[in-house]
C-alpha cells in the first residue's frame, strides 16, 4: 500500500473534508490524516483512483518525503579544513 495526499484547492471548509472522509472510508480506504483542505489515506492505486472519481474538484499525488540537508556553516568548514591538516 501507498500513501496518497488528497487536497481541494478551492476550499478549507471543514465540512468539506469530513464529507470527503466519509467518501473515502465508505470505499475501503483507510484515512491516516485530516487536515484543511486536505487528507492523507493510505490505499492501493487502484483504491486511490476511485476516491479521486468519487470526489470531484479534488486532486491527489503519492506522498513524497523529502529531507533538505543543511549546508554547513563557514565555521564547520573552517574546523574540518584545519582538521584535515
Same mark, same amino acid.
Given at each position: 500500500?501507498?500513501?496518497? !495526499?488528497?487536497?481541494? $484547492?478551492?476550499?478549507?471548509? $471543514?465540512?468539506?473534508? @469530513? +464529507? @470527503? &472522509? #466519509?467518501? %473515502? &472510508?465508505?470505499?475501503? !480506504?483507510? !484515512?491516516l490524516r485530516t487536515v @484543511? ?5 493510505? +490505499?492501493? @492505486?487502484?483504491? %486511490?483512483a476511485l476516491v479521486a #472519481? %468519487? ?22 568548514? +573552517?574546523?574540518?579544513?584545519?582538521? %584535515?591538516?
Amino acid at each position: 500500500m501507498m500513501r496518497y !495526499v488528497f487536497y481541494f $484547492p478551492l476550499s478549507v471548509d $471543514p465540512k468539506l473534508v @469530513a +464529507a @470527503a &472522509k #466519509k467518501t %473515502a &472510508k465508505d470505499l475501503g !480506504v483507510t !484515512v491516516l490524516r485530516t487536515v @484543511a483542505g486536505s487528507m492523507l489515506v493510505e +490505499a492501493e @492505486a487502484s483504491e %486511490a483512483a476511485l476516491v479521486a #472519481k %468519487a470526489l470531484p474538484g479534488w486532486q491527489y499525488s503519492v506522498e513524497s518525503m523529502t529531507h533538505r540537508i543543511p549546508e554547513r556553516t563557514p565555521l564547520q568548514r +573552517a574546523r574540518e579544513a584545519r582538521q %584535515a591538516t
